[in-house]
T-cell receptor, first 117, second 113 residues
Framework: GAVVSQHPSWVICKSGTSVKIECRSL??????MFWYRQFPKQSLMLMATSNEGSKATYEQGVEKDKFLINHASLTLSTLTVTSAHPEDSSFYIC?????????????FGPGTRLTVL | GENVEQHPSTLSVQEGDSAVIKCTYSDSASNYFPWYKQELGKGPQLIID?????GEKKDQRIAVTLNKTAKHFSLHITETQPEDSAVYFC????????????FGSGTKLNVKP
C-alpha cells in the first residue's frame, strides 16, 4: 500500500515551453501533496504544499506563477513548470500524506527528471 | 523554523561493519523523525521512523534512537551489505505544521565488498 506514482519519469523540453508533471496516489486518498526539487548531490527542497481543492502554499523564494500547482482530486496533483529555462532543470519529487490521522507519514513518488535545453 | 543538521556527509564502511548517521534538530516541538534511503535517480524510500514518545526502534538490521533532551537522533545499520550503499536522509516534522518535513543534507553511504 501507500504507492505514489509520477509521470513522466523524465522529460526533455526546449527553453520557453511549459511542462506538466503528474503525481498520483494509487491506493489511498491524499489530502495533502508536497512538491520538492532536488539538485544533484543535494537535499530535497520543499517547493509547495497542496491541499485538495484549495490553493497551494508556496515556500519562500518559489515563484508561484512559474510553478503552477493544481490538486484537483484526492489522488492527483500536477506541477506545471511554465516558460521553462535551463536553470529549471532538476529532479522534481512529489509526496503525499493521507491526513492527520496518518501522523505525519509522507510517501514519495519516484521523481521526474526535467532537462531544459 | 526547524533546522536539521546531518553528519557525516559521506561514510565508507567495509561490508559487515556497522554504520551510524547522526542528525540534530532545533525545534523542540518536532515529534516525528523518519529516515529515507535514496538510490540514484529514484525517489526517497522510508526505511524507518520514530516518534517522540519512543526512545528507540529497531527493524532487523536497522535501528533508530532518539534523544529528545539533546534533540538528536541517529540511524544505525548493522552488518552492512553492498546493497545498503545509497544516500540517506533524515527529516523532522511536527503535528499541526501541515506535515512539513525538514530534511537533513544527506549522507552518502558506500559499503565496500
Amino acid at each position: 500500500g501507500a504507492v505514489v506514482s509520477q509521470h513522466p519519469s523524465w522529460v526533455i523540453c526546449k527553453s520557453g515551453t511549459s511542462v506538466k508533471i503528474e503525481c498520483r496516489s494509487l491506493d489511498f486518498q491524499a489530502t495533502t501533496m508536497f512538491w520538492y526539487r532536488q539538485f544533484p548531490k543535494q537535499s530535497l527542497m520543499l517547493m509547495a504544499t497542496s491541499n485538495e481543492g484549495s490553493k497551494a502554499t508556496y515556500e519562500q523564494g518559489v515563484e508561484k506563477d512559474k510553478f503552477l500547482i493544481n490538486h484537483a482530486s484526492l489522488t492527483l496533483s500536477t506541477l506545471t513548470v511554465t516558460s521553462a529555462h535551463p536553470e529549471d532543470s532538476s529532479f522534481y519529487i512529489c509526496s503525499a500524506t493521507s491526513g492527520p490521522s496518518s501522523y505525519n507519514e509522507q510517501f514519495f513518488g519516484p521523481g521526474t527528471r526535467l532537462t531544459v535545453l | 523554523g526547524e533546522n536539521v543538521e546531518q553528519h557525516p556527509s559521506t561514510l565508507s564502511v567495509q561490508e559487515g561493519d556497522s554504520a551510524v548517521i547522526k542528525c540534530t534538530y532545533s525545534d523542540s516541538a518536532s515529534n516525528y523523525f523518519p529516515w529515507y534511503k535514496q538510490e540514484l535517480g529514484k525517489g526517497p524510500q522510508l526505511i524507518i521512523d520514530i516518534r517522540s514518545n519512543v526512545g528507540e526502534k529497531k527493524d532487523q538490521r536497522i535501528a533508530v534512537t532518539l534523544n529528545k533532551t539533546a534533540k538528536h537522533f541517529s540511524l544505525h545499520i548493522t552488518e552492512t551489505q553492498p546493497e545498503d550503499s545509497a544516500v540517506y536522509f533524515c527529516a523532522a516534522s511536527r503535528v499541526n505544521n501541515f506535515n512539513k518535513f525538514y530534511f537533513g543534507s544527506g549522507t552518502k553511504l558506500n559499503v565496500k565488498p
